[in-house]
């Protein structure tokens, strides 16, 4: 299976820990990103790479968040000083806007919960 | 801005009966339009999208729906439900020149009543 996979898919945290999660994309995919889903909520954008440059971040990306995708493969979105409102699922996506309409491709996610 | 409103967070229909998911949009460009379905502690799989062209979008697992610019609307259908398609459904809008960045409603849940 190529699709987009993300790791770990669960973590348990205490509030005020650091955690980081992995995304790797397609492998001919040119853009990553990623989304927060909250319980009975569609996705929220967060950010998103083109290659290595992050071209976009949501306000909803507090300064506790940082994400890199530093040779423009696979991408890591850190938390920094964890809080519960964090609690959520992280989705990744990636796509190539190489050729026509792009269509975003889904990881799995990775649930957080912050105790 | 644009946004997505999906009517009713929850519906039930019986096995075989027509399944109706209802998505209306706004946006102040001509839109490109998505249903993704997700199934529990999995990730969202793109079921269709429309882009330009014809109105009438087929998908995958026998789902269709129909852009109409009068009604903002696109709603998703399938003729005779099944109990493998029980699972949550997000209606989705980008703009045509920025086809990078998807703007997902709440989702609708689907049930299956045998």
């Known amino acids: 299976d190529t699709g987009v996979s993300q790791d770990p898919r669960h973590k348990i945290t205490k509030r005020g820990q650091n955690v980081t999660f992995r995304c790797d994309p397609i492998?001919?995919?040119?853009?990553l990103y990623w989304y927060r889903q909250t319980l009975g909520q569609g996705p929220e954008f967060l950010t998103y790479?083109?290659?290595?440059?992050?071209?976009?971040k949501s306000r909803l990306l507090s300064d506790r968040f940082s994400a890199e995708r530093p040779k423009g493969s696979f991408s890591t979105l850190e938390i920094q000083r964890t809080e519960q409102g964090d609690s959520a699922m992280y989705l990744c996506?990636?796509?190539?806007?190489?050729?026509?309409?792009?269509?975003?491709?889904f990881g799995p996610g990775t649930r957080l919960l912050v105790l | 801005a644009q946004s997505v409103t999906q009517l009713g967070s929850h519906v039930s229909v019986s096995e075989g009966a027509l399944v109706l998911l209802r998505c209306n949009y706004s946006?102040?460009?001509?839109?490109?339009l998505f249903w993704y379905v997700q199934y529990p502690n999995q990730g969202l799989q793109l079921l269709l999208k429309?882009?330009?062209?014809?109105?009438l979008v087929k998908g995958i697992n026998g789902f269709e729906a129909e852009f109409k610019k009068s009604e903002t609307s696109f709603h998703l259908t399938k003729p005779s439900a099944h109990m493998s398609d029980a699972a949550e459904y997000f209606c989705a809008v980008s703009e045509r020149n920025r086809d990078d960045k998807i703007i997902f409603g709440k989702g609708t849940r689907l049930h299956i009543l045998p």
């Open positions: 996506a990636s796509s190539s806007n190489q050729g026509g309409t792009e269509t975003q491709y």
């Open positions: 429309y882009t330009t062209g014809a109105t």
């Open positions: 492998s001919e995919h040119n853009r």
């Open positions: 790479f083109q290659n290595e440059a992050q071209l976009e």
């Open positions: 946006s102040s460009v001509p839109p490109y």
